[in-house]
């Protein structure tokens, strides 16, 4: 059936991927797939909803002096 790569199986594809995609867009194509797995981790533990909707901070009530005439 299916078994897994051997180190020379996975060198074969290590180079493919290093000549198709060159050597700027390989730690690119790293950092989204390591972005993509840390927004999976949060949407299953639930932070992403938070992150989503965050809370609404209290409105700062302007400070009225009372007495003061700025006319």
């Known amino acids: 059936m299916f078994h897994m790569?051997?180190?020379?199986?996975?060198?074969i594809i290590?180079?493919?991927i290093f000549v198709l995609?060159?050597?700027s867009r390989i730690p690119e194509a790293?950092?989204?797939?390591g972005a993509g797995i840390r927004?999976?981790?949060k949407a299953l533990s639930g932070e992403?909803?938070?992150?989503?909707?965050?809370?609404?901070?209290?409105?700062k009530k302007?400070?009225?002096?009372?007495?003061?005439?700025?006319?």
Not at 62 to 71: H, I, L, P, Q, R
């Open 5 to 11: 790569p051997t180190l020379p199986e996975l060198l």
């Open 39 to 41: 927004n999976f981790k």
């Open 48 to 59: 992403l909803e938070e992150e989503e909707n965050p809370k609404k901070l209290p409105e």
């Open 14 to 16: 290590l180079a493919i």
């Open 30 to 33: 790293g950092k989204a797939l």
């Open 62 to 71: 302007e400070d009225t002096k009372e007495g003061t005439n700025t006319t």
């Open 21 to 23: 995609f060159g050597a």
